[in-house]
């Protein structure tokens, strides 16, 4: 099976644009979920969807959205970009089954610099 | 809130020896699991374990073993004879509530396995 891709694997935006990121979850995997990971705040949750909703949000702000597709893919958009937000991207996906927990497997990321 | 807590920063060890990385959690919940990735320089993030607090029987895989008490809330991993492609950062990382999938990660802890 092939794991979780994600586009671009490296990107470079300046101060006040908007960006794109784009997730494959694994073939079958129906929740994808978003962390953002930085040298000073770690891993740090974003936002899950699953069946096209957004299930669960991290504690971010409003310029960062994402959405799921039919499909599970996923997007995430960060808008009007800030130095801060320079940081890889890491997308997971799992598979969602009633009474079971799930491990989330995760993409390559997108390293996302901000100038 | 849910809280994940990796003190040591940067743990070097020789080839072949054993490396244990230490991992105490917070949490409120009563269901929940907890997880160990490994992060690579290539930026995946690679799973290796998962433990649900309902067992707290303590196994090993291959090189790879954990101790899990939930008198102490520790989630410790080891690794044994450690290699050079042990090389990586390790992450400890925290789910609560069934069908949430939502990680909270500890810092990181960076071994170097020196040949």
């Known amino acids: 099976k092939a794991g979780v891709t994600q586009t671009p694997r490296y990107l470079i935006k300046t101060r006040g644009q908007q960006v794109t990121l784009s997730c494959s979850p694994i073939?079958?995997?129906?929740?994808v979920s978003w962390y953002q990971q930085t040298p000073g705040q770690g891993l740090q949750f974003l936002f899950e969807?699953?069946?096209?909703?957004?299930?669960n949000k991290g504690n971010f702000p409003g310029r960062f959205s994402g959405r799921q597709f039919s499909n599970s893919r996923s997007e995430m958009n960060v808008s009007t970009l800030e130095l801060g937000d320079s940081a890889l991207y890491l997308c997971?996906?799992?598979?969602?089954?009633?009474?079971?927990?799930?491990?989330?497997?995760f993409g390559p990321g997108t390293r996302l610099l901000v100038l | 809130a849910q809280k994940v807590t990796q003190a040591q920063t940067e743990i070097s060890v020789v080839e072949k020896e054993d490396v244990t990385l230490d991992c105490v959690y917070e949490?409120?919940?009563?269901?929940?699991?907890l997880f160990w990735y490994k992060q690579p320089p290539s930026g995946e993030l690679v799973f290796l374990i998962r433990?649900?607090?309902?067992?707290?029987q303590n196994e090993i895989s291959g090189r790879y073993s954990w101790n899990f008490q939930k008198s102490t809330s520790s989630f410790n991993f080891t690794i044994t004879a450690s290699q050079v492609v042990d090389s990586a950062v390790y992450f400890c990382?925290?789910?609560?509530?069934?069908?949430?999938?939502?990680?909270?990660f500890g810092k990181g802890n960076q071994v170097v396995v020196i040949p």
């Open positions: 997971a996906s799992s598979s969602v089954r009633p009474g079971r927990w799930e491990t989330q497997y």
């Open positions: 073939s079958g995997h129906r929740s």
């Open positions: 969807y699953f069946s096209e909703t957004q299930r």
């Open positions: 949490t409120r919940d009563t269901t929940y699991y």
């Open positions: 433990r649900n607090s309902f067992d707290e």
């Open positions: 990382a925290l789910s609560e509530a069934e069908g949430n999938n939502r990680l909270a």
